[in-house]
Structures are given as structure tokens and as C-alpha cells.
């Protein structure tokens, strides 16, 4: 049987060899500003619990309460015997929250960007895509026979050629992260608007880092930009600073019908358990009653940039609550999360191919949930470790 996977673990090997390969690292502890790895407790920077949601006792007691009445699953896909109330509840309570005609949530965010670009386009249309989407939005679009083009990353002569170079498409569809993942920067939102309705493309984002984040009470980068009712297509994830899985759309009542019948991650597969669709629904309650969560994340994410900046570091051009702390080479970036964690911190380092060569970083993602006193504890960490391996 081994001898059938030989290719692969020789990449395996050469991985290690180059200082690259990882283990997956257990928690042994719930999501907080602190965990536990291996028995030891650190101060945690990689994770996406932005509003510390994974444990708010709203959230928790919802979950309870929905197995409660409707047991561990649903038993179904949505479109047999698997939509219960509360599925259609959330979605209301989802389009109301995004000022959107209607939403529609599907098992991940991963899987909304598929189910909806695979299905709304064909080879009469083309997809206009800034070149540092994420990884679903880059597979969504493969798996739709429209043209591709690639516009340079929030460049928007870049983006407007491409629009007059595809005036003879059926359907222009500009596609573009909210926030960018391993950046932290903030799409030119209404620059893109503007240059869509010039062209009269459809505007499609993501905002699965600007949920729970940027706009009044979390609603994301359209909301931010004052955008709203002038961007087509919403795409939000529920596994972020909403604390709990899943992604939805927010769009028109029309592009909600057709992907029900249309949308293959939704045709597909069984609905998401009660207690998972209670939690999220309790999710959104507590963006709109404790927006002081959103003010202390943002106030966290200041003290920390300002810090690493301080020390000397690179973080790029972050906007919002993901800082990089660019190294560059990729072996010293995952030494250097090692160091980290030997000093009380957890940030993992990110390589190739997530991000291209060259780029390698710490990502850190600072949280509501952290205090200004871990937060000056993690950032001597990083001053020590970084004059450890020689970066500062």
C-alpha cells in the first residue's frame, strides 16, 4: 500500500529537509487570548475568534438549548427534509444584518464562493479577479467555464483595462477579497463600485475578515464604504468573528432561489445542526448589542501595530486587525514562530504557497478578547525573538 503514495512522500521529505513541513498543533484548551499548547499556556495570535465569540455564554447557551429540542443534526440536505425554521430564521436575521434583499448560508465560506460563482457563470460570461483573492475564490472560478481575467491587486487602472478589454461578455464580474487575508489590507471598495457601474460589470466581495470587523456593527466593507444596495453579490463566513462555522451570500431574493436550485455545496450537503445554526443566530444578537466588542478590537489592533512598528518590524500595508510580520525567508519565519512559542506566544508562520516566495511571515491576528498587558508581553516576544535569529 505504501509504495502506492512513494511521489508524495518524497515531497513530504523534501518539505522537511527545507525546514517547512508541519505538525498540526492541538489546543488542549478552549479559544481565548490564551491557550494551551503541549501543557503549556500561550498567549494566542493566530486565531480568527476576533470578537472572542468561540465562548460567549449567549452563543453557548443557544447551542445547548437547540440540541436540547432538536437533537445533534438535521438528518437531511436543505432541499429534501433538512431546512428547519431556524435555518430560515438565520438567513432572514443575515440579509436584514448585510441590508441585502435575502441571504442564503451554506456549510463554509469556502464553499459559498464555489456553490456561487460555479453556478452563476458560464463560458458567456468572464470573472475579473484581483491576483491576491483567496484560495476559494481562486477555485470557485476554476470551476466555472467563464474567461478569467486578473487585474494587479487593488490596482485600479489595472482593473479597468481588463474591464474594456471584455466589453463583449454576457455577464463582467468583479471579484475581490473585502479584507485580505494574509495582508490586512482594505479593497478599494468604492473605487471598484464606481469603475463596475462606468462598465456595468457586477460587483462581487467577500468579507470574510471585514464580518464582525469593519461597518457599523460588523457589517463588513460595504456597509464601510456606505455601499449599500450598490454591491451585487455579499459573501460572508460565520467562522470568524461570528465564532462559530459556515459561510452565507447576501444578495437578491432571485440569486437566493437560483442557487438553492443551482448551488452545488447546498444541493449537496446536510444542513448545518441546530445547535451550530442557534449559535450563529445568537452570533449576530451580540454584533448588534455589544458593539463595544468591535471598540476594544480596534483599539488592541492600534496599541499592538504601533509596537511591532516600533521594534522595527515590516508589517506591510495591514489596515486592520491582521498584522504580518514579514521575514521574508520562509525556513527563519517558521524558526521564528518556534522562538515565539518558546517565549509565551503562539503565531504561526506563514510560507509559500499560501503566500508567494519571498513573503514569508508571522501573521498575528490581535482579538477583542486580549488585554493591553498580553498584548505588551507578546510584542517583547517578538523584540526578543527577533534579535534572537538576527531580524531586528
Excluded at 431556524?86 to 459559498?112: C, I, N, P, R
Excluded at 458567456?124 to 472560478?141: K, M, P, R, T, Y
Excluded at 471598484?192 to 462581487?204: N, P, T
Aim: proline share 3%; aromatic share 8%.
Amino acid at each position: 500500500m505504501k509504495e502506492a503514495f512513494r511521489y508524495l512522500q518524497a515531497e513530504l521529505d523534501e518539505m522537511r529537509e527545507k525546514g517547512t513541513f508541519r505538525e498540526l498543533t492541538e489546543l488542549e484548551s478552549k479559544q481565548g487570548s490564551r491557550v494551551r499548547i503541549k501543557g503549556k499556556e500561550v498567549i494566542q495570535l493566530s486565531s480568527n475568534n476576533y470578537l472572542g465569540l468561540t465562548d460567549h455564554p449567549k452563543l453557548k447557551k443557544a447551542a445547548i438549548e437547540a440540541v436540547e429540542q432538536y437533537g445533534a443534526g438535521t438528518g437531511a440536505v436543505r432541499t429534501i427534509a433538512g431546512t428547519f425554521t431556524m435555518h430560515d430564521q438565520l438567513e432572514e436575521k443575515l440579509a436584514d444584518f448585510k441590508h441585502t434583499e435575502a441571504a442564503l448560508v451554506f456549510q463554509s465560506g469556502f464553499t459559498t464562493n464555489q456553490g456561487v460563482l460555479s453556478a452563476i457563470l458560464s463560458d458567456q460570461d468572464v470573472v475579473i479577479s484581483d491576483e491576491l483573492n483567496h484560495a476559494s475564490i481562486i477555485d470557485g472560478i476554476r470551476l466555472t467555464k467563464a474567461a478569467r481575467k486578473i487585474y494587479k491587486h487593488a490596482d485600479m487602472d489595472s482593473l479597468e483595462d481588463a474591464l474594456k478589454d471584455s466589453a463583449s461578455y454576457r455577464v463582467r464580474l468583479i471579484v475581490t477579497d473585502g479584507v485580505f487575508s494574509m495582508d490586512g489590507d482594505i479593497a478599494p471598495l468604492k473605487e471598484i463600485v464606481e469603475l463596475a457601474e462606468k462598465y456595468g460589470a457586477m460587483v462581487m466581495v467577500d468579507d470574510a475578515h471585514a464580518s464582525g470587523v469593519l461597518g457599523q456593527n460588523g457589517r463588513g466593507t460595504v456597509n464601510h464604504f456606505g455601499l449599500d444596495g450598490r454591491v451585487h453579490i455579499q459573501v460572508g463566513t460565520l467562522s470568524k468573528a461570528i465564532g462559530v462555522l459556515g459561510g452565507y451570500v447576501a444578495s437578491t431574493n432571485t440569486l437566493r432561489d437560483y442557487l438553492i436550485h443551482k448551488g452545488r455545496p447546498f444541493l449537496f450537503s446536510t444542513s448545518h445542526p441546530p445547535a451550530v445554526t442557534a449559535a450563529c443566530s445568537a452570533a449576530i444578537d451580540v454584533l448588534l448589542e455589544e458593539p463595544e466588542r468591535i471598540e476594544r478590537l480596534w483599539d488592541n489592533t492600534n496599541f499592538f501595530k504601533k509596537g511591532l512598528e516600533a521594534l522595527g518590524f515590516d508589517t506591510g500595508k495591514s489596515e486592520t486587525p491582521i498584522t504580518p510580520v514579514i521575514i521574508g525567508d520562509e525556513a527563519k519565519a517558521l524558526q521564528f514562530s518556534d522562538k515565539l512559542f518558546e517565549y509565551g506566544v503562539f503565531a504561526q508562520g506563514i510560507v509559500y504557497p499560501t503566500v508567494p516566495k519571498g513573503t514569508a511571515r508571522i501573521r498575528t491576528i490581535v482579538t477583542a478578547q486580549h488585554t493591553k498587558e498580553e498584548l505588551q508581553e507578546a510584542l517583547d516576544a517578538f523584540e526578543k525573538a527577533g534579535k534572537a535569529l538576527g531580524v531586528l
